[in-house]
């Protein structure tokens, strides 16, 4: 009966062990699961903009000439968060800039001098192309345009 009773001392012991062991570990995943999760939310947080310009992640910019040295430039929604001023002005700049070394995409070029220097055409200061995406001039400078512009595309 000793060596009975000894035995199950021993597979107790081990159990426990292992049991304590389990535990432990089902802590140490469940700890790191929840540092290394993230939501869809959370991650379209850091999502880069899509970028003015060709090939994957970026978009071709609107570009007319509509008199000498005077450009139409429309940027669309999908370049930035649809209603937010701060993320439309950054994506406004970006595509000034990038119309500064691109200016052979723009539309009737030859209405430009080639200079440094060009003008935006502050008309139309949006629209919906056939696709549904809204376009908005990059030639809006303040925030209560930018919210006339949105009515404007969705009408």
């Not at 426990?16 to 379209?44: C, F």
Request: charge should be negative; charged fraction near 25%; hydrophobic fraction near 35%.
């Amino acid at each position: 009966m000793g060596k009975f009773y000894i035995s199950n001392v021993v597979e107790n012991y081990i159990n426990n062990t292992l049991a304590e062991a389990a535990a432990a570990q089902e802590r140490l995943d469940s700890t790191i699961a929840q540092l290394t999760a993230r939501s869809p939310d959370v991650t379209d947080q850091y999502k880069a903009a899509p970028q003015p310009g060709h090939g994957p992640g970026t978009y071709q910019p609107r570009a007319r000439a509509t008199n000498k040295d005077t450009v139409a430039l429309f940027v669309p929604d999908t370049s930035f968060k649809a209603g937010d001023w701060q993320d439309f002005q950054r994506a406004r700049d970006q595509v000034i800039s990038w119309l500064r070394s691109h200016r052979y995409q723009v539309e009737d070029a030859q209405k430009l001098c080639w200079g440094p220097a060009f003008g935006l055409d502050p008309e139309p200061i949006s629209y919906r192309d056939t696709d549904g995406v809204s376009w908005y001039n990059a030639a809006i400078e303040d925030e209560p345009t930018y919210q006339l512009a949105r009515i404007h595309a969705r009408a």
